[in-house]
């Protein structure tokens, strides 16, 4: 959104654009560690998608959501209270509707549950 809004973008171009880099980011989050674990790309991938897709995208809804709906947010100047207090709430809102699906998640032993194993150079495997 910082990007769109500095650059002038368009609101969908803004939306699309910070849509993809949260995927893109999220996904190197989980991607990195679990490749320095040892695990091959097509591993380490699968296990990234199980464990962030559905929580990246409920939070680009709320988050992405929360930005059109807020009168003139997306329009609003870097220099604009307005944008920087929407973003923030934004962001919150999107942090607090994603952790009871990542909670369950994890209880059902989906999502951040799959990968948690693989985190520092070991994994559940290696343990048995």
């Known amino acids: ?22 995927f893109v980011f999220g996904y190197a989050l ?33 988050d992405n959501g929360v930005m059109l709906v807020i009168p003139r947010a997306m329009a609003a100047s870097m220099e604009s209270p307005r944008f920087w207090g929407s973003l923030a709430l934004s962001l919150a809102l999107a942090g607090l509707a994603a952790f009871p699906l990542n909670k369950w998640l994890i209880l059902k032993g989906r999502g951040h549950a799959v990968v948690h194993g693989h985190h520092g150079g070991t994994s559940d495997a290696h343990h048995h």
Not at 31 to 55: F, I, K, M, Q, Y
């Open 30 to 62: 989980t991607l990195v560690p679990l490749r320095r674990s040892g695990l091959p790309w097509a591993t380490a991938v699968s296990l990234a998608l199980a464990a962030d897709t559905l929580s990246i995208t409920l939070m680009e809804i709320v």
């Open 1 to 22: 959104m910082v990007m769109g809004t500095r650059l002038e973008w368009s609101n969908a171009t803004a939306v699309i654009v910070s849509t993809g880099l949260a």
